[in-house]
């Protein structure tokens, strides 16, 4: 009934939007009312929460999640009354007579030391207790709204709650491990989720995590970034580097910019900051900089923690978490791990790094801090030295990125979206979207030495002088076209010319500016190793 309700609403039906409210009033009225511990207010967020799944109900893409879904916004709804109401001011004369705290600060310090010590216990819980345990006890979820998340049947649940109960109270003297729970309650209401792309966060929207969702929008692994000195100047930089390379207009990004920034200001808003990330530079590089902007401050009472990932059963070739199911994100929900002193401080070694102009420094991190990289941020190593493998290379000039596209279309890959597939494919470590693949592509094109050339070369020549978006979303049928080696390709392919000296290069790397026909930092691929020339 549930199900058919939401696609009358999506067709049109209003009347069936109110059935659907009318069937889940008494759980929105329960949770807002122990939220407010007031009626009106209980009522003024069961409408505001109405309205705003009535504008996004069409953007839930499995009706069967709309139970969490909902529940989500009812308790977002809460937080946003609760953040507007003011504080009562009470009469210096009746200020006596106010109820004194039933716990010595003693007793506080000793009861938040032994919550500490029980998340902790759960953390180390295998996945198939941890999960269920943290659902259902730390966010409130019921048996029932877990199995539908998880795949797995109540009965299984219930057996596995019980077994992470028994580990937790052998491991802690607690007397009253439910009481204990109840206080650790947090609702899931007040965490903030930082993730790296629209697909993800759309789905983490629908019930799948609760709190709220922060898409976080940038391309680190392209154009110039700065170090903690960053301020106006460097940020019309990489605004203008943006857009003349990858064509994001240069008041659109200082305006996103901006709007984030905001938003991570206001993190001590939060009791949990849950980052969410994969294994490649695209987001390695976005982590790096979240920790070394975290590193800085105090974080007072605000925790974070990291779920980051390099693979998922069934997925032969994992890009990110975009190419997961809603039903498959569900299982990561509530798996991550605490963030501590050792992540922040190598996200900030990595952070400067990375924004510095000298590759060296990079390099010798990765390898001084082997041992640190593996343990805290395993797949930061791999990320960055893919990044430092895009610097020409000693033996013909070209970068990774250009090296691995010319050995596709020598192997057969004749169009541009059969490149863009195979190459991201191979070099996935890297996390290119389209924007970034094709400007290295284009550059690969251009005259008078292309290295590469695509039918209807005369088109291009007039999109190159064009404004806005990226040629291969300018050309007619870009992506269809016909690429084929030129003589001068097949020459850099084979050793016999350098693409520097023959085409130039034009090319960010961190803050490391590469242009013309001459540059300072090869790859050296035998030692793995930058070498300054």
């Not at 705290?101 to 030391?113: C, D, G, K, T």
């Not at 970068?399 to 195979?422: C, K, M, N």
Request: glycine fraction near 8%.
């Amino acid at each position: 009934m549930m199900e058919q309700w939401i696609r009358d609403v999506n067709a049109g039906d209003q009347e069936a939007f109110g059935k659907l409210m009318a069937h889940f009033r008494g759980m929105a009225y329960a949770v807002s009312y122990d939220k407010l511990q007031d009626a009106h207010l209980a009522e003024d967020a069961i409408q505001e929460a109405n309205l705003e799944a009535y504008l996004n109900l069409g953007k839930l893409r499995e009706p069967a999640a709309f139970p969490g879904w909902y529940k989500t916004i009812v308790v977002r709804q809460c937080q946003r009354i609760l953040r507007r109401k003011c504080p009562t001011a009470v009469p210096l004369e009746k200020a006596g007579s106010l109820p004194q705290p039933a716990e010595s600060v003693a007793e506080l310090a000793e009861r938040r030391e032994t919550a500490e010590a029980l998340r902790s216990l759960v953390q180390d819980l295998p996945a198939t207790l941890r999960v269920p345990v943290q659902l259902f006890y730390f966010y409130g979820y019921s048996l029932q709204e877990i199995s539908a998340y998880l795949g797995t049947p109540a009965p299984v649940l219930k057996k596995r709650l019980y077994d992470g109960r028994r580990k937790l109270k052998s491991a802690l003297p607690v007397s009253n491990l439910a009481s204990m729970f109840s206080e650790l309650y947090e609702g899931g209401a007040n965490m903030l989720h930082i993730v790296n792309g629209d697909v993800v966060g759309d789905m983490l929207r629908q019930g799948i995590v609760q709190g709220e969702v922060l898409v976080w929008r940038e391309i680190y692994s392209y154009g110039p970034v700065y170090g903690a000195s960053a301020g106006e100047q460097e940020r019309l930089i990489r605004a203008r580097a943006l857009e003349e390379g990858l064509g994001i207009p240069r008041e659109e990004y200082l305006a996103a910019y901006a709007e984030q920034e905001r938003r991570l200001g206001e993190f001590k808003r939060y009791d949990e900051i849950v980052l969410w990330f994969e294994h490649d530079l695209f987001d390695q590089s976005m982590l790096a900089f979240l920790l070394h902007w975290f590193s800085g401050r105090k974080l007072g009472r605000t925790k974070l923690s990291l779920l980051c990932i390099g693979e998922f059963p069934g997925i032969e070739v994992f890009h990110g978490l975009g190419q997961l199911t809603p039903s498959q994100l569900q299982t990561l929900s509530g798996t991550w791990r605490s963030i501590g002193r050792e992540e922040l401080e190598l996200g900030r070694e990595l952070w400067e790094a990375y924004a510095s102009a000298d590759p060296l420094r990079l390099a010798d991190l990765l390898e001084q801090e082997r041992q640190r990289l593996d343990k805290a941020l395993p797949f930061a190593r791999e990320a960055f030295t893919a990044h430092l493998s895009r610097l020409p290379s000693l033996s013909n000039g070209l970068g990774i990125v250009e090296q691995t596209t010319l050995e596709r279309v020598q192997g057969g890959a004749d169009t541009p979206l059969e490149l863009f597939r195979q190459v991201t494919d191979q070099l996935h470590m890297l996390g290119m979207g389209d924007l970034e693949y094709f400007r290295y592509f284009e550059l690969l094109a251009q005259e008078p030495q292309a290295l590469i050339r695509v039918d209807g070369v005369e088109e291009m020549k007039e999109a190159e002088s064009a404004e806005g978006a990226a040629m291969f979303r300018r050309v007619p049928e870009f992506l269809k076209r016909k690429v084929t080696l030129t003589d001068a390709g097949q020459r850099v392919l084979n050793g016999q010319a350098d693409r520097v000296e023959l085409q130039g290069v034009d090319a960010w790397l961190g803050s490391l500016r590469l242009g013309g026909h001459s540059v300072p930092w090869r790859w050296d691929s035998g030692a793995g190793r930058p070498l300054r020339i």
